[in-house]
Structures are given as C-alpha cells and as structure tokens.
C-alpha cells in the first residue's frame, strides 16, 4: 500500500504583525500591513550560524555551538500611508528613527497554518534599513524594510 499523501494549506492573506515599540506607541499595539502578495512577504535571517565545525590538523574536529536566536526580518512592503497609524511599515520604521529609539519595538507576527494561528515574538527589535523614497511609472514600488532583533520565540496562540 502507497503511503498517504499529506496536504497543508497557509493563509496567507491573514498573516498579521503587530507592533508596539516604548516611544513610538507606548501600550497602543499597532497591526503593520499592506505586503505584496506576489513576493516574499517577511523573512528572518539568522545573525550568526548555531554551529560551527574547526577542522584540526590530524583529521579530527571540534564542534562549537551557541543558542544565539538574534537576526534580522525583512518584509516587503508597499506605501499605503505617510502614517504609521495606518498600519504602514514604512512610516512607522520612520517613527521610529525619529524618536531615536535607544530601546527596541516587540514584534508579534501571526499566520494561520493548516486553520490553526502560529504566533511568534520578535524582541527589541530596531531599524537596520529603511528604503526611504521609491517611484515607478505603472506599478507598485517594494520598500525593503529590515529590522534587526534580538531573539524569536514561538508563542502560544
């Protein structure tokens, strides 16, 4: 007998972050939207690898390893606003480097994953780059935005 063959379904037009950063709106958690739907939508890069192989002279190695959970995330954004309360990313990245944030934004980014919500939170999570100003004729401009975070975490939904 053949094995079963498995199917998944993701949701992708429900995927959500909410952020909330100390300067910029204190206790008032903000939804971020408007990513474009065609491209990669958000991801995370780890900032350094978990393990490490040292080859030594005589063949053998030594393993050295780290729980480091810190990166970047990367969303592919569209302009929507020239206000973050709107749920524009840009603005809101915007904000924050005018506050000259010295603490980091939490990140709560959700999806539903075969019609459960799969929830993860970024902390301290700063502007690494920001694409300011971008103009097309006919189309849709992506304004890569990149934070920097300090660690990821699957929460409960």
Known sequence: MADQVSHSTIAVGQFKIVA???M????VPCTLDKFK????????????????IVPLVDGSTITLTNTIKAGTLK??????SDNWRSGDIVA????????GATVGATF????????ERVSYLLENCCV????????AGNAINTHD????YASIAKVPS
């Open 108 to 115: 709560t980014l959700y999806y539903f994953f075969n019609g």
């Open 20 to 22: 909330e950063h100390p």
């Open 92 to 99: 809101y990245a915007n904000a924050m480097l005018d506050a």
């Open 24 to 27: 910029v709106n204190p206790g």
């Open 37 to 52: 739907l065609d491209e990669t939508l958000m991801e995370t890069t780890q900032i350094i690898d978990n393990a490490i």
């Open 128 to 135: 690494k780059t920001c694409k300011q100003l971008t103009f």
């Open 75 to 80: 969303f592919a954004a569209v302009r929507h």
């Open 145 to 148: 935005v990149e934070f920097t």
